[in-house]
């Protein structure tokens, strides 16, 4: 069974930083791209974050660029997405997401996290 495993979202002020990790199981994510979206209430999923299965190339929503970095370890099946100077509007629930390519295509991913949520106070 494939499963995304997230971690590391919590409550953060204004300004702050988190790291969110996923971990993949069930099957070798080392070959594919991955990516981090996020989905705040009443809003749609939206793409926050993508990186190719080598990690030489990223992706990032405009919203993002500058403060949030994605990396990955493909040792550990393992993506995270780094983020810093974080904003109230940055408040979502974050899901991590693993294709079926390795480039970072503008389709559906085919394997998702249950998600974990980031809250920023101001």
């Known amino acids: 069974q494939v499963q995304l495993v997230e971690s590391g979202g919590g409550l953060v002020q204004t300004g702050g930083s988190l790291r969110l990790s996923c971990i993949g199981s069930?099957?070798?994510?080392?070959?594919?791209?991955m990516g981090w979206f996020r989905q705040a209430p009443g809003k749609e999923r939206e793409f926050v974050a993508g990186?190719?299965?080598?990690?030489?190339?990223?992706k990032y929503a405009d919203s993002v660029k500058g403060r949030f970095t994605i990396s990955r370890e493909n040792a550990k099946n393992t993506v995270y997405l780094q983020m810093n100077s974080l904003k109230p509007e940055d408040t979502a629930a974050y899901y991590c997401?693993?294709?079926?390519?390795?480039?970072?295509?503008?389709?559906?991913?085919?394997?998702w996290g249950l998600g974990t949520q980031v809250t920023v106070s101001s």
């Open positions: 069930g099957r070798t994510f080392s070959s594919v791209a």
């Open positions: 997401a693993a294709y079926s390519i390795s480039a970072i295509p503008t389709t559906t991913p085919n394997y």
């Open positions: 990186i190719t299965w080598s990690g030489t190339y990223t």
